[in-house]
């Protein structure tokens, strides 16, 4: 499976972008898909996880009420909606595809990782 991510892009603090993950096989809809990210000279920290269907959706607690993630199986497509950006939220977004149908928040849960895109906030 390979993973196509894009969307990001440079904001002012306050605005939106709405992420995309592409899979490059339609058996990526059977598992569930988890948008990380990771800030220069931090560890890669979990986002959010969307289950393999959307019916079960997870957050980080700083992103909770402010990000947004579905998926259109149809489309191989995982989508994170952020809005009310704020510059601790600058960092590189991968997404990834878990190993199974629900999914945890260790990255060890997840088998296949895209290249990341980047999202920059400006105060």
């Known amino acids: 499976v390979q993973l196509q991510a894009s969307g990001g892009g440079l904001v002012q603090a306050g605005g939106s972008l709405r992420l995309s993950c592409v899979a490059s096989?339609?058996?990526?809809?059977?598992?569930?898909v988890g948008w990380f990210r990771q800030a220069p000279g931090k560890e890669r920290e979990f986002v959010s996880s969307?289950?393999?269907?959307?019916?079960?959706?997870n957050y980080a607690d700083n992103v909770q009420g402010r990000f947004t993630i579905s998926r259109d199986n149809a489309k191989s497509t995982v989508y994170l909606q952020m809005n009310s950006l704020k510059p601790e939220d600058t960092a590189v977004y991968y997404c990834?595809?878990?190993?199974?149908?629900?999914?945890?928040?260790?990255?060890?849960?997840?088998?296949?990782w895209g290249q990341g895109t980047q999202v920059t906030v400006s105060s």
């Open positions: 990834a595809v878990a190993r199974g149908s629900y999914s945890g928040r260790g990255l060890s849960d997840y088998a296949y």
């Open positions: 969307i289950s393999w269907n959307g019916g079960n959706k």
């Open positions: 096989r339609r058996t990526a809809s059977n598992n569930a």
